[in-house]
């Protein structure tokens, strides 16, 4: 009996092995030395070494075993034995050794680095794998996160015949997406988002995959962040909320972004934003917030110029909230961005932005004052204090730490007597905030309030009107009807997916059906969409080609959803000239992205795969 179960033990375990996703043999580049790993031996626990380039040299190649969620081990192909850290902390020996399938050592997460790069993190140790040196056969070892070393950076190419197991180009993983059951495919739409954060990138580019793009001047060392709205200016306000919205939205939705192939494309965006973020935000000695950045440049430098980031090298004014300017607004949106960011960024990021959102939503609370009553330029105004961003700030640091007096300092300061309709990304925080705390907390006043919003735009009522084409939108909404709709169908869909509630599911696949082209126009409005027809004049510098503009655009802006139509299905008209209809900002894009894909979760559809996407990125040469 005893040797029956063994045999059965071993027959399970080669099962297992026969259900392993193999994901083909790689040569993994370090980007400091520009040599590859190498296994410097047969033996077992043998060192690991960084080499010069001998493509013969199969101690360069790795057969990369895909066990799911985006981790993978490293069987060296020569030696036959497995990428391996040897200790916890940094400075521990990197080796080659045999599989033990239970060894969190040999089990490594690969992570996107940006540039068509991956970071390998050691699941045991959460130390990443990085070269000690600038020459010939330098040792390997384990080190802490960090972002600028490019001994920590790999580029990653396939050699073998087991193919691309869904990386691609970047790296990335494709996950294994479900097949479209509905008239959109929802998970291409998904993916197409994070293009338009690329297109606006300010400073180092992170996501290179647009061929249009290139590093931008940027203000000191304020690199990161985005142009937002067509223009060459970083606005706070909608900057901070967008980068709140997008990691909320990968907070909720980790599982189908993962399985869709694209949590990583979320973070790096995320952490794109959040890069600025961790710049602009100056403290002292003890850590404590002295002053925060909250916009770069201005209407009046930038408007007069018609230039692409890449041409824009003139001086730009840097604007700041601190002690004697006041911005709580700005400055607990920051806290929330951070807050919810560490949920979702990796390596150093956690405990770093664990840390600074509590100090920017302390610093918020004692220095109270909307900023564009205290010497922030204007182009953001306030309408409704700053109650709601201290609300959604305290969430940001409640999700962070999960001290539950956060969670009930948001539900206290901010009135739950009414959810206005205006909702927008960037003001208005009232209905994330209600439908968060719904969600964490036992708010049961917040339960009603956020079933009587979501069933108000489900239903059109009061403040709100359907256009003959279906479209739910505020009824004095004239100018980027997004900006409201978005939001709106984001916290719906955050709902229905933590309640598993499907009430308004009928709606919100109506409303992102008619925004991906089933209205009365049959146009998309997130460009290049099913088309790339549409948004041939969208009024955006860096899509319009910048000084040389001549009428059309140069460049298809991809994933960028349009502020839309007003109260009239045909009004949208794709001219340069309607900035209030066709023109993108950042905050349409962070917010559309939950109700995608929600509605991807719910009728599935497989993105392109990251070669193909790349190469239809490549060789688009102008509009239809």
């Not at 392993?20 to 626990?45: H, M």
């Amino acid at each position: 009996m005893k040797q029956h179960l063994i045999n059965m033990a071993a027959l399970l375990f080669l099962l297992s092995l026969s259900m392993q996703s193999f994901a083909g043999t790689v040569r993994l580049q370090e980007n400091w030395g520009q040599r590859y790993l190498t296994a410097s031996s047969k033996d077992a626990w043998s060192l690991v070494k960084v080499a010069d380039d001998q493509p013969t040299w199969s101690s360069q190649q790795w057969q990369e075993e895909n066990l799911g969620n985006g981790i993978y081990r490293y069987k060296n192909t020569w030696s036959g034995h497995y990428l391996t850290a040897t200790a916890e902390g940094a400075g521990a020996e990197v080796k080659t050794a045999p599989l033990n399938a239970a060894w969190g050592s040999q089990k490594w997460r690969r992570q996107s680095a940006g540039n068509n790069q991956v970071r390998l993190q050691n699941v045991w140790t959460a130390t990443y794998l990085n070269a000690t040196a600038d020459s010939n056969w330098a040792d390997t070892i384990m080190a802490n996160y960090r972002a600028d070393w490019g001994s920590m950076r790999f580029t990653r190419s396939i050699v073998g015949d087991g193919g691309d197991d869904g990386g691609g180009d970047d790296g990335g993983n494709e996950g294994n997406p479900k097949d479209q059951s509905s008239t959109h495919n929802y998970g291409h739409a998904l993916q197409l988002t994070p293009l338009f954060f690329a297109a606006n990138q300010f400073g180092t580019l992170t996501d290179t995959r647009l061929p249009w793009r290139q590093n931008s001047y940027t203000d000191g060392d304020l690199s990161g962040g985005w142009g937002d709205a067509g223009d060459n200016i970083l606005f706070g306000k909608a900057q901070f909320s967008a980068i709140a919205a997008t990691c909320i939205t990968a907070y909720f939705f980790e599982d189908e972004l993962k399985e869709l192939g694209q949590y990583d494309e979320i973070q790096k965006q995320a952490q794109h934003g959040i890069d600025f973020l961790l710049k602009a935000h100056e403290r002292d000695s003890n850590g404590n917030t002295q002053s925060l950045v909250v916009q770069l440049s201005d209407s009046a430098t930038d408007h007069p110029k018609w230039l692409t980031l890449e041409q824009t090298t003139h001086w730009r004014p840097v604007y700041r909230v601190d002690k004697n300017k006041h911005g709580s607004d700005y400055a607990a949106l920051a806290a929330a961005a951070m807050g919810f960011c560490s949920k979702v960024l990796e390596g150093s990021y956690p405990n770093t932005l664990k840390n600074q959102s509590q100090k920017l939503l302390e610093f918020a609370k004692n220095n109270r004052g909307l900023g564009e009553n205290n010497g922030v330029v204007t182009v953001y105004k306030n309408s409704n204090g700053d109650e709601d961003e201290l609300a959604l700030g305290a969430l940001g640091v409640y999700l962070a730490t999960g001290n539950t007096s956060h969670r009930n300092y948001a539900n206290t300061i901010m009135d739950d007597s009414y959810l206005s309709m205006w909702a927008a990304g960037f003001e208005h925080q009232e209905q994330l905030v209600s439908t968060l705390l719904s969600i964490w907390g036992n708010y049961p006043d917040r339960e009603r309030e956020v079933k009587t919003y979501f069933d108000t735009w489900k239903n059109a009522g009061a403040d709100l009107k359907r256009t003959s084409g279906g479209y739910v939108l505020h009824d004095s909404n004239n100018w980027g009807s997004s900006g409201s709709v978005a939001p709106a169908l984001m916290t719906m869909s955050i709902y229905a997916k933590a309640k598993n509630n499907s009430s308004w599911d009928t709606h919100i696949k109506s409303q992102v059906d008619y925004l991906l082209g089933s209205n009365p126009v049959n146009m998309s409005y997130i460009c290049g969409f099913n088309t790339n027809s549409n948004c041939t004049q969208i009024h955006h510098r860096g899509a319009s080609g910048g000084a040389n503009f001549d009428g059309v655009n140069k460049n298809m802006l991809w994933g960028a959803l349009l502020g839309g139509v007003t109260e009239n299905d045909y009004d949208f008209v794709d001219d340069h000239g309607n900035w209030t209809g066709n023109e993108p900002t950042v905050d349409y894009n962070s917010t559309i992205q939950a109700p995608l894909i929600y509605m991807y979760k719910k009728h599935g559809g497989k993105p392109l795969s990251n070669s193909a996407l790349q190469s239809k990125l490549d060789s688009w040469n102008g509009f239809d």
